[in-house]
């Protein structure tokens, strides 16, 4: 369980508690950029930069990691996503921001579109920045009418075969769960940001995948 690690190694005050959680990755202008920059800095003065190189890879894998939670859940053919709807709750890479840019939420989108699925989505400030993106795409394996942006937080749920929780915006951490129940085919939630109690989805009969924890 990713919570009595971080509760051990947070302990640490070298390390604290501040940014180790778990989740489905980093994003932004900032980072990802700054990690790259010093890889580059680190190969040009022939320098080890073997955990940069970790860094990034573990980065990209949480987001590889998820995806395989939702196939595996419906059953790992190759055509299992298609047809499906996922209500995706957050867009932007991280709360409080309109900012999508390497936007983990982007990513998780694009494949669940690859692979036949409908989606629809909402966040508080990014959905016109979304629409922007994706909008611009030239991939013509995906097919930008199955994206619907919301303008509410329930909208998506509706008829959805499963939630996804991707950036922990205030609003969807103390959301109303019976309203998720009732508009959604089955009850079942896959949150990339850990933001629901376990023994609290148990109660309320969610099928809940999460990041580093076990599966309800």
């Not at 990691?65 to 939702?70: A, E, L, S, V």
């Not at 509706?158 to 996804?164: F, G, I, K, M, N």
Request: proline share 5%; charged share 25%.
């Amino acid at each position: 369980d990713i919570t009595s690690v971080r509760n051990g190694i947070g302990s640490d005050p070298r390390i604290g508690y501040n940014f180790t959680y778990p989740g489905v990755g980093y994003g932004g202008s900032c980072f990802p950029k700054d990690v790259k920059a010093l890889k580059q800095t680190a190969f040009e003065i022939g320098a080890e930069h073997s955990i940069l190189d970790a860094v990034e890879a573990v980065n990209l894998s949480q987001r590889a990691y998820f995806i395989k939670k939702i196939e595996k859940h419906f059953g790992n053919a190759a055509n299992s996503l298609r047809g499906k709807k996922f209500a995706v709750w957050g867009l932007s890479f991280k709360p409080e921001t309109d900012d999508i840019r390497e936007a983990p939420a982007l990513e998780i989108i694009t494949h669940l579109l690859h692979a036949g699925a409908h989606v629809a989505a909402f966040d508080p400030i990014a959905g016109d920045n979304t629409r922007e993106y994706f909008s611009a795409q030239h991939d013509g394996a995906i097919d930008i009418s199955h994206l619907k942006i919301c303008n509410d937080q329930y909208e998506p749920l509706e008829q959805a075969d499963a939630l996804l929780l991707l950036t922990e915006w205030k609003p969807f951490r103390s959301p109303d769960f019976e309203r998720i129940k009732s508009q959604l085919k089955a009850p079942i939630i896959f949150d990339g940001r850990n933001q629901y109690s376990l023994d609290q989805m148990r109660e309320l009969g969610f099928k809940y995948y999460c990041v580093g924890r076990p599966t309800v």
